[in-house]
């Protein structure tokens, strides 16, 4: 275990001597020789900074308030899986547990693999459809898994979760941050980590208390395809937030 953690360590120090090193700061954001020191906010400021106000017409506006929905509810359903899939396979399935967390390494290996390519299909036919494509075919693989779990479906189910879901996770992002431009890419980041977030601490709860009362983890993928359809279910009723030259959906 301590050696996890000493993996764990040397891997942020990396990062940061990397990001540090190689990326570098637009000399626009940069501040020249005189410029005023960084002032603490004030009790105002800081309180607007927890929920910044954006400025949208109502059309936008509502196309913002249903992005958010979305995002809220694919991080609902996805992050069960990801939270309570070991414990399916040993409780559910009758797995050893090495074995159990050896599947979850599948599905990283599929999520890696296919993220630069689930980046350039949002570029190509948008972020709304490519979104839409992998959250109908995670329904599919979920829901006959309720019933018809199997030690030898899981490994390919972890593989093929993981290249469908970064369809999904890969184009929020600039899903969201492209409905408020530019000058808003903080603000819209801000959004989409409080609704992601917020989706990610509220599941583990929530279908833990359906486990309790179940007793079996297998629902948990019945559970996540409802979530994946109520973030369907707004899709075609967003109306902005595509980037400028990708197919219209």
């Known amino acids: 275990m301590s050696a996890a953690f000493g993996a764990g360590a040397l891997i942020m120090l990396i990062a940061i001597v990397s990001l540090g090193i190689m990326v570098r700061k637009p000399p626009e954001f940069v501040s020249g020789p005189g410029a005023r020191g960084v002032r603490l906010p004030t009790w105002a400021q800081f309180g607007s900074s ?11 506006r509502r196309s913002f308030i249903l992005i958010l929905v979305v995002l809220f509810s694919y991080s609902v359903g996805g992050n069960a899986v ?3 899939f070991t414990l399916y396979a040993t409780h559910d399935l009758h797995m050893k547990p090495a074995a159990a967390g050896g599947v979850l390494t599948f599905y990283a290996i599929g999520a890696i693999l296919f993220a630069i390519a689930a980046g350039s299909i949002g570029n190509r036919i948008g972020r709304r459809p ?7 075919c995670c329904m599919a693989i979920f829901i006959p898994m309720t019933w018809m779990g199997s030690t030898f479906l899981v490994i390919p189910e972890a593989l093929a979760f993981g290249i469908l879901w970064t369809l999904v996770f890969v184009n929020a992002l600039p899903w969201i941050t492209q409905l408020g431009g530019v000058e808003s890419t903080g603000t819209m980041t ?4 409080l609704a992601t977030a917020g989706g ?17 983890y297998r629902w948990m993928f019945l559970y996540a395809a409802g979530f994946f359809l109520v973030a369907l279910v707004c899709m075609p009723f967003i109306r902005h937030g595509e980037a ?5 959906a």
Do not use: C, H, K, W
């Open 200 to 216: 990610a601490a509220i599941s583990p709860l929530a279908f833990g208390l359906i486990q309790q009362a179940t007793g079996e």
């Open 244 to 248: 400028p030259g990708t197919l219209p």
């Open 82 to 84: 990801e939270t309570y």
């Open 190 to 193: 801000a959004y989409y980590y």
């Open 50 to 60: 927890i929920l910044p106000a954006v400025r949208f017409d109502a059309s936008t």
């Open 130 to 136: 490519t979104m839409s494509i992998g959250l109908v």
